[in-house]
Structure formats: structure tokens, C-alpha cells
């Protein structure tokens, strides 16, 4: 290995005079306070790594990344942080056995949802091999991503029900005009009892023809929204008005109701039909996940930029392996489910410029919450005093 400047300085140390080797001192010094400045200030993760996965350097993207703090850990094992990473494996490898970089994706859960991706590389020094790992968060690619794929789904479903739809109304429209044909023609029968009984027939498919051809409309609608009609209101007045629709079927199941909310809510800008929608469909979602006698609690909480409304049921939950798409189409975990709700949910809720996330836990329950943004965000500064708040 070629002898860099600090080497040949060391070496020559003893033959330097002291003012010249502290002039060096303090610009090597400098140097590195320059460079370490510019490793904490970039956003993609540094971490390097020795034996038993012991922490060697950590900037602060990093930190922020996995979360920990490098103080604290230089010199301890990361196992504990890094355990599902597969970062044994490649230190045990040896310097000739790395053919190209190796670059991974992980997912964590602490100190938030992310997505990570990262590559690492052996770096030989003194005789030892360490590895570097670089880390860069790609969560809004990847969600970016699983929406583009979820319109593309949503797209082909689009297409194949209005094709089924067109198919399936014009002998819907034949059998209507013919069933009015019939019924006129019942006058006709001269024997009262049968004239009863053939009318009663025809009103029972009649009442069949008309309730498939609602079902297409609402397969429609659930797939070709309308756009919302945005003005200033307060969520807390929509969910009253859906909870009071609800409080006859809540009383009738024995559904325990908790409401959580602060004294004052902030304005959003929303359509009031097309959240009762929302809200409805996610509390009727919950109390068929619970038995009779189960809870729902419903929370309204407010930040600087958005209010939320989180519906906790103590129900069923979901199953881990659909969880991660319960918003796509036809996807549900109920018997006589359509799979179209939710998925209805999250696109009037991204309609409104806002979020909706789910957590779940089989056996124990489910806790959907909606994210809008405020009609007028808050931006905190903090200045020498004490934090305030602008408009």
C-alpha cells in the first residue's frame, strides 16, 4: 500500500521541529473536521463496520436511519440493529471473494416504516478488512411504485367491468321491457288465483333485475369516483353525522363506542357526502370484525399540518398476508365481501390531498386512520424563547 502523507509524517516526526509539526497537526486537524462535516451533512446513511459487526463510524443520516446513537455504540456490536440485513454473511467473506458491490433492499420498522436500500464493499486497511455500508431511504420510490401498480390494477378493473357492465345492461333493458309486457299482460288472466300468483312472480324478478342493475351501478361508481367538491369544513361534524346513522345498528349489536377527540378541531377542506362514505365504511368494516359486546374506539388527533381520524376495532384483524393489500380490488376478509370498499376509502381519501394507513394484528384487531391535511397549516419555529406558531 502506497505510504500517504500522515505515514511519512509520523515517520519523520522526531526530526520536525515543533512549531512545523504543529502547523501540520492543526492542518490535518482542519482536514478532518472538514470532511466529517461533509459526512454528517449528506442524506445517505455511512456506517463502517469490524469484526463481530462492532461499529467503527456512523454519520448522522445513518442514526437517523436505523436508530441509534454513534456515540453511544462506536465500539459495540450492531447486531441488534442490523440482525435481519444479512451483514454476518458478508463479513465473514474474504477480500477475494467480493466479485462486484453488493447492494440489498431491507425494510424497517424502527425507528420508522422504511425502506432502505444499501450496498456495502470490503475496505482493506492495516492488514484488517472492514466493511462499508452506504444507505439510502427509498420508501417514497417504493410507494410511489406500489400506487403506479395499483392504478394499473385498478385500470384493467375499470376496463373488464365496464365491458361487463355494457354486456350485461342490454339484456337487463330486454328483460324490464319484457317483464312490463308480461305484467300488462296478466290482466288478461281470468282466473283471480293464478293472476295472483303469476304477479307475484313477475314482482319478484322484477325487484332481481332492478337490484342487479344497481349492483352494476355501484361497481361503476366505486371504479369512476366522482370528483370531490372541496369546501371548508370540520371532520368531527361529519363524524357525528355518520356515528347517529350508525347508533341503531351500534345498539343493537351491544358495540361499546369510545370517541376521543380535543375540545377544538381545525378546519379541512372536504367533501362532507364523500367522507361520511368514508367514515361509514370504515366503522361498518369494524363492527363486523368484532362479536356482539365488542369496541370500536374512535380518536381524533391534530398536528401542525393535518388532522387524523384512527378507527380501532378489537375484531379479527387481518392476516399478515394481506395486509399489505387490503386497498387493491376485490381483496377482502369477508365471506360476502365485494373487496371494493376500501379501495373506494383510499382513493376519495387521496382525492382530498390526503393519507390513509392501516396497522393490524391477527387476533387482537384493526386500526384504520385518515390523514387530511388542515386548511391552514401551522409551521413551528423556534427561536431563542420559547416555540410559536404561524399561519
Known sequence: MRQGFFDKFISKLDRIDAPVASAHIATLAKERGFLETLFQSINEGILVLGDEMRLLYANAAAERFIGFTAEKERGHSMKRYLRDWGIETL??????????????????????????????????????TELLLMLRDITRER???????????????????????????????????????????????TDPRCQENLRELTEIASQEVTRLDGIIRRFLTALRPTKPNLVRGNLRDVLDTTLKLLTPDLTQRDVLLKCTAPDTIPDVF?????????????????????????????????????????????????????????????????????????????RIVQAHGGAIECASHEGEGTCFTVRLPRAERHVRTLGNGSPSEVS
Do not use: C
Request: negative net charge.
Open 91 to 128: 463479513l465473514r467473506q474474504q477480500f477475494g471473494d467480493w466479485k462486484r458491490v453488493e447492494t440489498r433492499e431491507v425494510e424497517v420498522s424502527y425507528p420508522e416504516q422504511r425502506v432502505i436500500s444499501f450496498y456495502a464493499r470490503p475496505v482493506e486497511f492495516e492488514d484488517r
Open 270 to 346: 372536504l367533501d362532507t357526502q364523500q367522507m361520511e362514505q368514508v367514515f361509514f365504511n370504515l366503522l361498518k368494516n369494524a363492527m363486523d370484525a368484532i362479536p356482539n359486546r365488542g369496541k370500536i374506539g374512535v380518536t381524533v388527533t391534530v398536528d401542525d399540518t393535518s388532522v387524523a381520524v384512527s378507527i380501532l376495532d378489537n375484531g379479527s384483524g387481518i392476516p399478515e398476508s394481506l395486509l399489505g393489500r387490503i386497498f387493491d380490488p376485490y381483496v377482502t376478509t369477508k365471506t360476502k365481501g365485494s373487496g371494493l370498499g376500501l379501495m373506494v376509502v383510499r
Open 143 to 189: 410507494r410511489a411504485e406500489e400506487d403506479t401498480l395499483a392504478d394499473e390494477r385498478i385500470g384493467a378493473v375499470k376496463t373488464l367491468v365496464a365491458g361487463v357492465a355494457h354486456e350485461i345492461g342490454n339484456p337487463l333493458n330486454a328483460l324490464t321491457i319484457h317483464l312490463q309486457l308480461l305484467t300488462r299482460e296478466l290482466s288478461k288472466v
